[in-house]
């Protein structure tokens, strides 16, 4: 059982940036992939990131590709979302997940967080 709890969101002006934090409780954080995923008001919870267990591999959806970077500390249970040039339609609640492989697939997920919003002002 993994519980992940994030923080880091809040408002910022397009074109800054912030850093979205998960912290996973559990002995076996490890041993998952993690995902950030994202919802807007009226629209269907995205993929945003994933990365595997080890932080070999990363994937990135086209729309965030060059802006955001995940990465994960493994020692300190806690993943992480850089958002650089945030544009207003980044603006959503974020979610990170855990899932026992590395996918964009929503469903394949396990444990979610309760969300962070993010809101970006033009």
């Known amino acids: 059982q993994v519980q992940l709890v994030e923080s880091g969101g809040g408002l910022v002006q397009a074109g800054g940036s912030l850093r979205l934090s998960c912290a996973a409780s559990g002995r076996t954080f490890s041993s998952y992939a993690m995902g950030w995923f994202r919802q807007a008001p009226g629209k269907e919870r995205e993929f945003v990131a994933a990365?595997?267990?080890?932080?070999?591999?990363?994937y990135y959806a086209d729309s965030v590709k060059g802006r955001f970077t995940i990465s994960r500390d493994n020692a300190k249970n806690t993943v992480y979302l850089q958002m650089n040039s945030l544009k207003p339609e980044d603006t959503a609640v974020y979610y990170c997940?855990?899932?026992?492989?590395?996918?964009?697939?929503?469903?394949?997920?396990?444990?979610w967080g309760q969300g962070t919003q993010v809101t970006v002002s033009s």
């Open positions: 990365i595997s267990w080890s932080g070999g591999s990363t």
């Open positions: 997940a855990a899932d026992n492989s590395v996918t964009s697939t929503r469903r394949s997920y396990d444990y």
